[in-house]
C-alpha cells in the first residue's frame, strides 16, 4: 500500500515538475516576443548637430561626431571617411565635404574635375561642396578652392565670413556683409549678385537666395517656377533647392517656395536649422532630431 502511494506521489511530482517548466518556457517566450516587437523609444533615436541636404541623399553630423549619410550613392557620396567630423555639406550633385576634428577637409563623391583631390595641407573653419569645385575658408576667413570650376579664382583676395558652392560657382559674405561670387566665366550667379548688405547667403544649383541684414529674403539666378520669388516677411536662414527655396522665420517656422510641390509643404514643427536638396528638405528640430519632406529616398 506504502509502495503503491510512493509511486503515485513520484508520478504526480514529476508532472507537476513538467507542467512548471513548460510554463517557464511560455512565459519566456512571451516575454521575449514583448521584447523583441516594442517599438524603440524615442531616446534611442539619432540626433544631430547638423544636416546637409544633397541631390537625392542627405547627411547629418552627430552630436558625437559621426556623419550618417543616406540616400541615392551611385558615385559613393554617402560613403563616409572613417574618422570624427566637425561639419558636413552636401553639393548640388553627387560630391560630399566635410571637417574633420582635426579642420582637415575631405570630399568624397562625383569628383571628375578634381573636387574630391582636396589640397594636402590646410586647417579650416568651414567647407562648401559644389559641382565642379569645392572651397574651405580659415577661421581668418580666407578662402582656398580647387576643382576645374575653381581656374582663376583658386584664392579669390579678401576675408569672408560665409562661404556656400553651386554648379560651378561659389559665393561668400565678406566681413563686411557683402556678396561677392566667382566661378565659371558668365554664370549667372556672378553676374547677378545683388548689392546690400547680408548676414547669410546659400547657393546649390544655378540660383541663390541671401538673407539680408534687415532679414528680408533676396534670390537671384536662373532658377524657373518661382525659386526667386521669395515670401514677404523676415527670416533668419535660407537655403535653396534645384526647383525650391525655403526659409526659417525668427521663430523658426519653414516657409518654402517654387515648383516642387511636396518639398515645399512644410511641417508646422519648429526648426533651429534648414537645407534644402534637389527634390526634398530637411530641418533640425530643436531637440537634434531630423524631419524631412519632399523625395522620401533621401530621408535620414
Not at 59 to 76: A, F
Not at 93 to 106: E, G, I, N, V
Not at 189 to 207: D, E, M, N, R
Not at 222 to 237: I, T, V
Request: with cysteine.
Amino acid at each position: 500500500m506504502v509502495t503503491v502511494r510512493s509511486t503515485r506521489l513520484r508520478a504526480a511530482t514529476t508532472l507537476l515538475r513538467s507542467v512548471h517548466r513548460r510554463r517557464n518556457v511560455v512565459v519566456a517566450i512571451a516575454i521575449g516576443a514583448a521584447v523583441s516587437t516594442a517599438p524603440p523609444s524615442a531616446a534611442a533615436a539619432t540626433t544631430y548637430a547638423q544636416l546637409a541636404a544633397g541631390d537625392g541623399y542627405t547627411c547629418g553630423l552627430t552630436k558625437g561626431g559621426r556623419i550618417v549619410c543616406k540616400g541615392y550613392n551611385r558615385y559613393g557620396q554617402t560613403n563616409v571617411p572613417r574618422g570624427r567630423y566637425r561639419a558636413v555639406d552636401a553639393g548640388p550633385f553627387s560630391l560630399t565635404c566635410a571637417l574633420t576634428r582635426a579642420r582637415r577637409a575631405r570630399c568624397w563623391g562625383f569628383g571628375r574635375s578634381g573636387e574630391t583631390k582636396v589640397p594636402a595641407s590646410g586647417i579650416y573653419a568651414k567647407v562648401a561642396a559644389g559641382n565642379g569645385l569645392a572651397c574651405a575658408m580659415t577661421s581668418a576667413g580666407k578662402v582656398r578652392c580647387w576643382g576645374k570650376a575653381a581656374r582663376g579664382a583658386t584664392r579669390p583676395p579678401g576675408t569672408f565670413k560665409q562661404i556656400s558652392a553651386g554648379d560651378g560657382a561659389v559665393c561668400g559674405l565678406t566681413k563686411a556683409g557683402r556678396i561677392r561670387c566667382w566661378g565659371t566665366a558668365n554664370h549667372p550667379l556672378v553676374v547677378k549678385a545683388p548689392a546690400g548688405t547680408f548676414a547669410q547667403i546659400s547657393l546649390k544649383y544655378i540660383h541663390a537666395c541671401a538673407v539680408a541684414t534687415d532679414g528680408k529674403v533676396v534670390c537671384w539666378g536662373d532658377a524657373d517656377a518661382g525659386a526667386e520669388q521669395p515670401p514677404a516677411g523676415r527670416f533668419r536662414q535660407v537655403t535653396v533647392g534645384a526647383r525650391h527655396s525655403c526659409a526659417l522665420s525668427p521663430a523658426g517656422k519653414a516657409v518654402c517656395w517654387g515648383a516642387r510641390a511636396k518639398s515645399t509643404k512644410a511641417p508646422s514643427t519648429t526648426f533651429k536649422r534648414i537645407s534644402a536638396g534637389n527634390t526634398h528638405t530637411c530641418a533640425l528640430t530643436r531637440t537634434g532630431r531630423a524631419v524631412c519632406w519632399g523625395s522620401k529616398r533621401a530621408f535620414l
